[in-house]
């Protein structure tokens, strides 16, 4: 292993090594703050890696430091959802927002989790709490998981509100329109549909979900042309989506 994080674990082991020689007067140890934040880091990494074991064994070396670090506590969460253990990621996530409120990210990720375990109260509560935070600098990135957690629970109304409020801070916030343009479509305004997908295609985004949905669109506004380029694009660039299979299966607009 060559990576940056083999070598942070080499710096660890040697620092750790040095701190129990007798022969030898000893470099100052590092404080036990810095030991945490190392093994958080080599425990991030490594779930980013998809070394899911690794991951959790760094964590566990930091939480046995300081079992209150609120970062800690964040990335074991999302490591207890990664292992399928969905119950186990609670106390997880709870103690990293208790330890340190101002902690976005785990608010964030704490409420998408809370909202697909079904207790969206208590969900829509951490995004308010993180909304709340004059230290929250991604406030476009709350409203939106916030109008996720909404439009699960069918909440259209308040949904759009917190995306208009996502789409006035980053008006090409390209996660935000096309949610914005999933909301219309399903309010069957289509023609607020088709605008919202032109700006999310504008914005450099695209993906074969948001050409499905392009198709439906001009189809129910009765474009033919359109609805037959999105389809043709669908089909040349994600040939093997769900969404391509789907249009095939439903009798979609030819190619030609």
């Known amino acids: ?3 940056g994080l083999r070598w942070l674990a080499v710096g660890l082991a040697l620092i750790l090594a040095a701190g129990c020689s007798t022969t030898k007067p000893s470099k100052p140890k590092w404080k036990p703050e810095e030991r945490v934040d190392v093994h958080v880091k080599l425990g991030w990494g490594y779930l980013q890696r998809g070394q899911l074991e690794i991951a959790r064994q760094e964590l566990e070396r930091a939480l046995e430091l300081d079992s209150d670090h609120s970062r800690a506590n964040h990335i074991m969460a999302i490591l207890q959802i990664r292992l399928n253990n969905n ?4 106390p997880y996530f709870a103690r990293a927002v208790r330890n340190d409120p101002e902690n976005i990210d785990a608010r964030n990720d704490y409420g998408v989790y809370l909202c697909d375990v079904s207790r969206r109260d208590q969900g829509m509560q951490q995004f308010e709490d993180a909304l709340a935070s004059p230290l929250n600098r991604r406030r476009e990135m709350t409203y939106l998981r916030a109008a996720t957690c909404l439009m699960a629970g069918t909440d259209w109304t308040l949904a759009e509100t917190y995306l208009r409020n996502a789409l006035n801070i980053q008006p090409r916030f390209a996660d935000a329109l096309y949610l914005m343009a999933q909301l ?3 309010e069957q305004n289509y023609m607020s549909a088709r605008a919202h997908l032109q700006r999310y295609f504008d914005s450099g985004a695209l ?4 050409l499905f949905l392009a198709v439906q669109v001009e189809r129910n506004l009765g474009a033919r042309d359109l609805e037959s380029s999105y389809a043709k694009q669908l089909r040349l660039q994600y040939p093997k989506s769900q969404e391509a299979k789907e249009l095939d299966r439903a009798g979609g607009t030819t190619t030609q």
């Open 1 to 3: 292993m060559r990576s």
């Open 87 to 90: 119950a186990g990621a609670d």
């Open 184 to 186: 219309k479509y399903r």
């Open 207 to 210: 993906n074969s979900q948001s």
